[in-house]
C-alpha cells in the first residue's frame, strides 16, 4: 500500500529561522533526506544560508500545499492503475528542501516519489502536472516490469534511456488536462514552446550532435538540468525532445512496444533513427 509522508508539518510546527534548525529537522528525518540530499541538493551549507529567509515567507504556502498533494496524489495514482492495470506500493515523501529539484522519483524498479515543497507551484493545474509527471515515471516502471522486463539490460546512465524515460513521463502526464507548453515548464510558457515548435529540426540536431560528441555529464547538464541551455539559452529542451520521439513511436509501434524499447537490443537504433527524423 502506498504511504504519503509528511515532514511538512513538523517543518511548520516547530519552525525557527537557524541552520541550526534545518540541521536539526533534517537529522530527524534523515530516512526521507537521504535520497535528497545524495542526489537533488549539493552544497548544502550555502543553500542552508539562502534558504532560510525564503522559507519563513512561505510558511503558510506548505501546509496548503500539503493538503493539495494529499488531496491529488491518489486521484491521479488511481487514474493509471485504472488505465494500465498496475498498483502503485512505494512511498511518498513529502519535503520541505532548500530549494533544490522539485520533485523527483527514487532509483529503484519500483521507485519512491518525493515532492519538495518549497519548489512546488501554487496554481493547482500544474502541481497535478508534477504530479502527473513524477507518477508518469513510476507507471512506465511498474507497467514494464508487469511485462517482463530485463532490468540488467538497462543503461540508466545513457542520454538515451533518459530520453525515453522524460518523454514517457511527459507524455503520460497528458492524464492532467492542460496547454502543451504548461507539461514542459509546469507553468504557463508559451514562448518557451513556441521556439521548441519553430527549431524542432535545429534542436534536433544540435542534440544529436552533442550526443554524439559528449560525455552523459554534459549532455545532462546541457538538455536535461535546469542549469544548461546554453546552446539556445532554454533548458530542458531534452523533455520536448523526448516527448516528440514518444509520440512519433506510440504512432509507429503503440504504447506498449513503446514504454518497453529500454531493454531491447536495438533501442538506441530506434530511438536514433527516430531522432534523425526530427531533423
Not at 533526506?33 to 543553500?47: D, G
Not at 512506465?140 to 546512465?157: F, N
Not at 542549469?227 to 509501434?253: M, S
Request: glycine share 4%; with cysteine.
Amino acid at each position: 500500500m502506498m504511504i504519503i509522508f509528511d515532514t511538512v508539518t513538523e517543518f511548520v510546527q516547530h519552525y525557527q529561522p537557524t541552520a541550526k534548525y534545518l540541521t536539526d529537522y533534517y537529522a530527524s528525518n534523515k530516512k526521507h533526506y537521504e535520497e535528497y540530499f545524495y542526489y537533488h541538493c549539493h552544497h548544502v551549507e550555502e543553500k542552508k544560508q539562502a534558504a532560510i529567509e525564503k522559507h519563513a515567507v512561505i510558511l503558510p504556502d506548505l501546509l496548503r500545499l500539503r493538503d493539495k498533494l494529499q488531496k491529488f496524489i491518489p486521484t491521479i495514482a488511481a487514474q493509471y492503475e485504472k488505465m494500465y492495470t498496475i498498483h502503485f506500493t512505494s512511498d511518498v515523501h513529502l519535503l520541505v528542501g532548500l530549494y533544490g529539484s522539485n520533485a523527483f522519483t527514487y532509483r529503484q524498479y519500483n521507485p519512491d516519489v518525493a515532492f519538495c515543497l518549497e519548489k512546488m507551484p501554487k496554481h493547482e493545474r500544474h502541481l497535478n502536472i508534477i504530479i502527473g509527471h513524477e507518477f508518469g515515471h513510476v507507471a512506465h516502471c511498474l507497467y514494464s516490469d508487469k511485462h517482463g522486463i530485463e532490468w540488467d539490460k538497462i543503461d540508466w546512465v545513457h542520454p538515451i534511456t533518459w530520453l525515453l524515460q522524460e518523454g514517457v513521463a511527459t507524455y503520460l502526464s497528458k492524464v492532467v488536462q492542460a496547454r502543451l507548453d504548461e507539461y514542459f515548464a509546469f507553468e504557463e510558457d508559451p514562448k518557451w514552446l513556441e521556439f521548441a515548435e519553430t527549431n524542432q529540426s535545429t534542436i534536433a540536431q544540435q542534440f544529436f550532435i552533442d550526443l554524439t560528441t559528449h560525455d552523459a555529464a554534459y549532455v545532462w547538464k546541457e538538455w536535461f538540468s535546469i542549469n544548461g541551455g546554453q546552446h539556445f539559452q532554454a533548458t530542458r529542451l531534452a523533455y520536448y525532445v523526448g516527448y516528440c520521439l514518444v509520440k512519433q513511436l506510440v504512432d509507429e509501434l503503440g504504447e506498449q512496444r513503446t514504454f518497453l524499447l529500454w531493454d531491447k537490443e536495438n533501442f538506441h537504433k530506434i530511438m536514433m533513427q527516430t531522432l534523425e527524423k526530427m531533423m
